[in-house]
């Protein structure tokens, strides 16, 4: 039998997930950590991220989604879930 040190595990992030509309203020929107003090985006100010490598490894998917929600900025989301 192996030792625990020994084995290799693969750790990644899934490849789509989603926060429900009354957990988006409480998690990371790239970690889904539930730190105390998320950052909000600076450009919609919904996304909220733990710090600044959170925000920059997310970026990529975020970039998109921060344009249409500061489109949006003051009108009502349909709620999809």
Request: net charge negative; aromatic share 12%.
């Amino acid at each position: 039998m192996e030792s625990e040190s020994s084995v290799e595990r693969l750790v990644f992030y899934p490849f789509a997930y989603a926060l429900l509309d009354d957990e988006l203020t409480n998690y990371c929107w790239y970690c889904l950590g539930d730190e105390e003090s998320l950052k909000k985006c600076s450009g919609c100010s919904r996304a909220q991220f733990c710090g600044k490598k959170c925000q920059s490894l997310g970026w990529k998917d975020h970039k998109i989604e921060c344009k249409a929600l500061k489109e949006l900025a003051g009108k009502n989301i349909p709620d999809v879930e």
